[in-house]
T-cell receptor, first 113, second 112 residues
Framework: DAGITQSPRHKVTETGTPVTLRCHQT?????MYWYRQDPGHGLRLIHY???????DKGEVSDGYSVSRSKTEDFLLTLESATSSQTSVYFC????????????FGEGSRLTVL | GENVEQHPSTLSVQEGDSAVIKCTYS??????FPWYKQELGKRPQLIID?????GEKKDQRIAVTLNKTAKHFSLHITETQPEDSAVYFC???????????FGQGTTLQVKP
């Protein structure tokens, strides 16, 4: 497996609280992604990064922000969590010189009460 | 932006039969089309991919076909086995952007 870890793996929080999920890679891959997975919706892209401090929005970016201050870390922040953000969040990495195969982390299950 | 539609949402076949999953995409600039398999409780993993300069690609029992004119691509699994049971996702992207959009997924059940 590619060297990619997500933390925390499980989190339960209350509506209105801030939450940050961390994705850490040891592969020096340029591209990093955050997806959420919900039944019936597949994998939906939240934000992605194509380099340090270079990020772009995905399909469902409202309510989420990201930061990438160094190659190995990509942070996903929910400024004020809502119940609709209860989901499984997957980080993925791709390519040293260009995008291609995605390697996924193990996922982070977030429950917002 | 890119939109990917995947059908069917569920598919049940008898062991040994073939399975076909179809996807359509909206952005004619897309040129990279991977397929991922996700077993229950696991992370998605790439099983095969195709780029727009080829029409078909095979890897043992798995094949993918691409029709750029019609903007659709399909996954074919022959001689299905129980271990093929999983959720399969298609995806599309422009390879120079890295932005990969997935379809909604197909749950494949292979009955012994």
């Amino acid at each position: 497996d590619a060297g990619i870890t997500q933390s925390p793996r499980h989190k339960v929080t209350e509506t209105g609280t801030p939450v940050t999920l961390r994705c850490h890679q040891t592969e020096n891959h340029r591209y990093m992604y955050w997806y959420r997975q919900d039944p019936g919706h597949g994998l939906r892209l939240i934000h992605y990064s194509y380099g340090v401090k270079d990020t772009d929005k995905g399909e469902v970016s409202d309510g989420y922000s990201v930061s990438r201050s160094k190659t190995e870390d990509f942070l996903l922040t929910l400024e004020s969590a809502t119940s609709s953000q209860t989901s499984v969040y997957f980080c993925a990495i791709s390519g040293t010189t260009g995008p291609g195969e995605l390697f996924f982390g193990e996922g982070s299950r977030l429950t917002v009460l | 932006g890119e939109n990917v539609e995947q059908h069917p949402s569920t598919l049940s076949v008898q062991e040994g039969d073939s399975a076909v999953i179809k996807c359509t995409y909206s952005d004619s600039a897309s040129n990279y089309f991977p397929w991922y398999k996700q077993e229950l409780g696991k992370r998605p993993q790439l099983i095969i991919d195709i780029r727009s300069n080829v029409g078909e690609k095979k890897d043992q029992r798995i094949a993918v076909t691409l029709n750029k004119t019609a903007k659709h691509f399909s996954l074919h699994i022959t001689e299905t086995q129980p271990e093929d049971s999983a959720v399969y996702f298609c995806a599309a992207s422009m390879s120079n952007t890295g932005k990969l959009i997935f379809g909604q997924g197909t749950t494949l059940q292979v009955k012994p």
